[in-house]
């Protein structure tokens, strides 16, 4: 049976839900007249954005929350999709709220953050959606830590072997040892991958030095190239692990800023319509 998404949760319940929230939205902008025109300041705009503003509480709510939920996978899955319908339907409830009108102000303020926060929400739930399956495929039977402790049995063979090498060879194996680095400041984490790596320079010149090793050193160096290059694979394999994790966390790096930032300019943007405008 196919996995369900959030996005699918209980036959797209809270799909129909927002769809019928805009039908709303947008009948009643439609219908409302008023002799000072379309704005925030009129009775469907002071609804409007009451709507808008209860919304973004409660998917603040749900962000403090969502930990509790976790205990319970159903409502967890349940909050997650009322979390990506709603905040999309923001976009159209805020800006029928606005009357299309904006400028320099805190008002336009809050709209932008709150478009902030949607836009960094999309790329929340196409991380989260798309990158544990590439984890997945990427560490097959591993995981982080058993990807780990191979590249130490390797690294203790390739010790025993290097010694039997010449002097630029186990130099080159020791590098690889020492200095080899998994993970390291975000940037590195994104990339997932280190300029200069001393597995990739240990791996070349083992190769390199096929022609130039005789006797019992050549079936040495072909070991000792063959375990180098299951490192290689297996250091991949760890640094991109890292790399998706670092995916996923990235996009909280913003949204939730954002989010904070959006709280206070909705409060600056109530107090100031209800008490300065």
């Not at 009357?99 to 478009?115: I, P, S």
Request: hydrophobic fraction near 50%; include cysteine; proline fraction near 2%.
């Amino acid at each position: 049976m196919r996995h369900r998404t959030v996005l699918e949760y209980q036959r797209y319940r809270w799909l129909k839900v927002t769809l019928l929230i805009l039908l709303v939205s947008i009948g009643g902008y439609v219908w409302y007249t008023s002799p000072v025109g379309r704005y925030g300041g009129t009775l469907m705009g002071y609804g409007l954005g009451t709507l808008g503003a209860l919304i973004i509480l409660l998917l603040l709510w749900f962000g403090i929350q969502k930990r509790r939920f976790r205990a319970n996978s159903g409502n967890l899955q349940g909050w997650l999709s009322a979390h990506v319908y709603l905040g999309t339907s923001l976009i159209v409830i805020a800006t029928l709220h606005t009357g299309f009108q904006v400028g320099w102000n805190v008002h336009t303020l809050a709209y932008v953050l709150m478009l902030g926060v949607i836009i960094s929400g999309f790329y929340g739930v196409y991380a989260y959606m798309r990158i544990p399956e590439l984890m997945t495929e990427n560490r097959a039977e591993d995981t982080f830590d058993s990807l780990v402790l191979k590249i130490a049995d390797i690294d203790r063979e390739a010790q025993r072997l290097g010694v039997q090498m010449p002097d630029n060879i186990n130099q080159a194996v020791q590098d690889s040892i020492k200095n080899t680095r998994i993970g390291g400041g975000l940037l590195a984490q994104l990339s997932g991958r280190v300029r200069g790596c001393p597995t990739d320079r240990a791996v070349a010149l083992c190769k390199s030095s096929v022609r130039e090793i005789k006797g019992d050193a050549a079936k040495v160096n072909t070991d000792l190239y063959a375990m180098l290059l299951r490192k290689q694979k297996l250091v991949a394999r760890a640094r991109a692990d890292i790399r998706y994790k670092a995916i996923l966390d990235l996009w909280l790096y913003f949204h939730v800023p954002l989010s904070i930032a959006l709280l206070a300019a909705l409060i600056a943007h109530v107090i100031a319509v209800f008490f300065y405008w």
